[in-house]
């Protein structure tokens, strides 16, 4: 079972910015795709952004331009860079992880993303 553990998450300031990091275990495990998903009381939980192997990504038209996903050297780890942070973008913040050997995604438990008004 991959289990998936989120940070960075917490206050941020309109205009300001916030980055989060998602690293998954065990480390041999196939991971294929890692993304992050963002969710509000009372409505479906979205995709934000998703990274795979060799890099190539896939953001929601609200945050292209403003957040940048990344991963690291190990590719264990995904970032997201959440740049000019607005109001809207509060709401709970999800690590999903893809494996090409399993039928289901992982997810983290979220992270609160709170920005002042």
């Known amino acids: 079972q991959v289990q998936l553990v989120e940070s960075g998450g917490g206050l941020g300031e309109a205009g300001g910015s916030l980055r989060l990091s998602c690293t998954y275990s065990?480390?041999?495990?196939?991971?294929?795709?890692m993304g992050w998903y963002y969710q509000v009381p009372g409505k479906q939980r979205e995709l934000v952004a998703e990274?795979?192997?060799?890099?190539?990504?896939n953001y929601a038209d609200s945050v292209t331009g403003r957040f940048a996903l990344s991963r690291n050297p190990a590719k264990d780890t995904v970032y997201l860079e959440m740049n000019t942070l607005k109001p809207d973008h509060t709401g709970v913040y999800y690590c999903?992880?893809?494996?090409?050997?399993?039928?289901?995604?992982?997810w983290g438990q979220g992270t609160q993303v709170t920005v002042a008004s």
């Open positions: 990274i795979a192997d060799g890099g190539m990504t």
């Open positions: 999903r992880a893809y494996s090409d050997f399993c039928p289901s995604s992982f």
């Open positions: 065990p480390r041999d495990f196939a991971i294929n795709i």
